[in-house]
């Protein structure tokens, strides 16, 4: 069963082979109508389950877009019109979409959950966002870099401010695909030490600096994302901004970063807080790209999961 539940626990070697799937998929389409098919059709009579336990705009709209343009249909649904988490156990939900559907795609809270749903689903589920990690999003930003400055391999990236889901996933990426990674932000709020372990283990280099200055200087890639995430505590509200007002990408920091350098979040972002309008609109910034690129980048890890060409 090929479930794409993180990127650390996927082989390297396929998701090098899953964005280069991207780029052709990405390629064959240029022009064509949003609602037009795509000429081959490898999802043809398939199912798929789109479930989101938190909201999304991104991971709905553009898994819904991918599947129907490779000729599959959808159903999306919502945690709160499901029993999921309302008396019925993950598990037997699990067993019961699998004989509904020919793929899971879930957004949820606790990664118990996603574990849950693919230990006992007999088709492949994907993992559309938890508390911990975002997988689908790293593999949108890899396409979006290396349409735009080539290889990642070798690049060096830094992260600004908190440490959070999609942080831990540029880790993962990082010792996947090999590229340097720099985490610019307050103690308290550094990315989990395993994503790090993990990247290192590969053989990269990860640096904890404190001062978002020096860490971008030179960087190929500066990232950055809300300061306070879905699954976060709204009363902390006050205490976050003030511990990562230092990381906001402005100007100046971009400026400190130089002109190689690009610009990445992965959306929504909150305008005036982590990051700037100039910086949002300005030359550096690809944050649509990656947008864009979650649609082919999601239709390369769904082929990937059902085995289809
Ligand atoms: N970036 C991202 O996953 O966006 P959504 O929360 O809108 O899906
Ligand atoms: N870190 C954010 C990402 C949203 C796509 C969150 O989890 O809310």
Redesign the pocket.
């Known amino acids: 069963m090929r479930h794409f539940l993180d990127l650390h626990t996927t082989d390297a070697d396929a998701l090098r082979g899953m964005i280069d799937d991207a780029r052709k998929v990405k390629e064959k389409r240029a022009g064509k109508p949003r609602g037009a098919p795509d000429k081959a059709q490898p999802l043809k009579d398939r199912m798929v389950a789109l479930i989101f336990e938190k909201p999304s705009t991104r991971t709905r709209t553009s898994f819904d877009l991918g599947v129907r343009q490779m000729g599959g249909q959808t159903m999306v649904l919502t945690g709160a019109e499901m029993q999921l988490g309302h008396g019925e156990s993950i598990a037997d939900t699990a067993r019961v979409l699998s004989r509904y559907v020919d793929l899971i795609m879930i957004r949820t809270f606790a990664e118990e959950t996603l574990i849950e749903m693919a230990d006992h689903a007999s088709v492949p589920v994907i993992n559309g966002?938890t508390d911990r990690t975002?997988p689908c999003?790293i593999m949108a930003d890899i396409l979006t870099f290396e349409e735009h400055r080539g290889p990642i391999a070798g690049k060096r990236v830094v992260w600004t401010g908190d440490g959070?889901?999609?942080c831990a996933s540029f880790l993962h990426a990082a010792g996947q695909f090999g590229f340097d990674f720099t985490f610019a932000g307050p103690e308290a709020l550094e990315p989990e030490a395993e994503a790090i372990a993990f990247a290192r283990s590969k053989g990269v280099d990860v640096t904890i600096e404190r001062d978002a200055e020096t860490a971008v200087r030179g960087a190929d890639l500066v990232v950055s994302?809300?300061w306070l995430?879905?699954?976060d505590d709204a009363s902390a509200r006050d205490r976050r901004h003030n511990l990562l007002k230092p990381y906001q990408v402005n100007e100046a920091l971009m400026q400190a970063a130089g002109e190689q350098a690009l610009f990445m979040h992965?959306l929504?972002a909150h305008r005036g807080e982590e990051v700037t309008d100039a910086v949002m609109d300005g030359p550096q910034s690809v944050v649509f790209d990656e947008a864009e690129n979650r649609v082919h980048a999601q239709k390369a890890v769904m082929k990937w999961c059902l085995g289809a060409e």
Do not use: K
């Open positions: 966002l975002h999003q959070n889901n999609v994302d809300t995430s879905m699954h992965c929504p």
